[in-house]
């Protein structure tokens, strides 16, 4: 009997392309360190392995990048599913 299944999405079924959310959103001055901060931080990794809630990033990135609080909000409130995108010859 199969009791668990697990996937890897991460560039096997999925791309991770932060850089689509970056250059729709994110002003150009404010890009690398929303980069360094954000997608780059362990606290992203916190976010990966379900350890830290989208409220709780939200404030700590908001403090890390105070003038980007408006696209952080939006990334996870609206449009976490824009960094992601279907690797179709693998789906």
């Known amino acids: 009997m199969i009791k668990n299944i697990i996937f890897d999405l991460g560039n096997v079924l999925v791309k991770y392309s932060p850089e689509n959310f970056l250059n729709k959103y994110v002003k150009k001055e404010n890009q690398e360190d929303f980069i360094i901060n954000i997608f780059k931080s362990k606290d992203w ?47």
């Open 45 to 91: 990794l916190e976010l990966d392995r379900g350890t830290l809630s989208y409220e709780d990033a939200i404030e700590v990135f908001t403090k890390r990048v105070p003038e980007e609080k408006e696209s952080i909000e939006k990334l996870f409130r609206e449009n976490i599913s824009s960094c992601i995108s279907p690797i179709e010859e693998n789906v």
